[in-house]
């Protein structure tokens, strides 16, 4: 079936350095989300993106968290700085339209520890 | 604000049992309903989903019943398999993105 791809699979950086996590979306697809997960909790919805733009954020998405897809190259999640609670499994997922009754292909996720 | 409430946590059934996963949600306007199920180290799939014009959704040995006046929606896995163990997320979603519940680790013994 479908691939999103996520690079890299893991990541550990010292608190307060830049870390950007990259998302290869299923390739006809057109909307984008990033969601966090802590080790054995739910799935905490990020932000999604579509058309270039931002389409809907939660409050977990701080000031220090930005997404783009520059070019239809990776959609990518930059934290800048990051801390400690940063730490957690960062999923990429994609959708062929609006998130309404769409699937959700999710990557296989990319595991963050911060120091 | 936990928009979508699920329970319970985890659950132990043996095989060959109808192991039964509950979800609610309060904001009337999701309109498509999902359930994924996540193995350990692994990302969400997509396991069967219902739209709120039907209140049963069969595939397999997955049924998803969904009562909109209650605003409750469960999955029923008959025949339990170990090869059922795993999380189980229900979702909820409108023209915005989904929102999942919290997971119940399910836990089939042989």
């Known amino acids: 079936g479908p691939k999103v791809l996520q690079i890299p699979s893991h990541q550990i950086i010292d608190m307060g350095q830049m870390v950007t996590l990259n998302c290869d979306p299923v390739?006809?697809?057109?909307?984008f989300y990033w969601y966090k997960q802590i080790l054995g909790q739910q799935m905490e919805f990020l932000v999604n993106?579509?058309?270039?733009?931002?389409?809907?954020k939660s409050k977990l998405f701080k000031d220090q968290f930005s997404v783009e897809r520059p070019d239809g190259s990776y959609f990518t999640l930059k934290i800048q700085p990051t801390a400690l609670e940063d730490s957690a499994v960062y999923f990429c997922?994609?959708?062929?339209?609006?998130?309404?009754?769409?699937?959700?292909?999710f990557g296989p996720g990319t595991r963050l520890l911060v120091l | 604000q936990q928009q979508v409430r699920q329970s319970p946590q985890s659950l132990t059934v043996w095989e060959g049992e109808t192991a039964i996963l509950n979800c609610s949600y309060e904001?009337?306007?999701?309109?498509?309903f999902p359930w994924y199920h996540q193995f350990p180290g692994e990302s969400p799939a997509l396991l069967i989903a219902?739209?709120?014009?039907?209140n049963k959704k069969e595939d397999g040995r997955f049924t998803i019943f969904f009562n909109k006046r209650e605003k409750k929606f469960s999955l029923h896995i008959a025949d339990s398999q170990p090869g059922d163990s795993a999380t189980y997320f229900c979702?909820?979603?409108?023209?915005?993105?989904?929102?999942f519940g919290a997971g119940t680790k399910l836990s089939v013994k042989p």
């Open positions: 997922a994609s959708s062929p339209g609006t998130g309404g009754q769409d699937t959700q292909y």
């Open positions: 390739s006809n697809h057109l909307y």
């Open positions: 993106f579509y058309n270039g733009k931002v389409m809907e």
């Open positions: 904001d009337s306007t999701f309109d498509y």
């Open positions: 219902i739209r709120p014009v039907s």
């Open positions: 979702a909820a979603n409108n023209n915005n993105a989904p929102r």
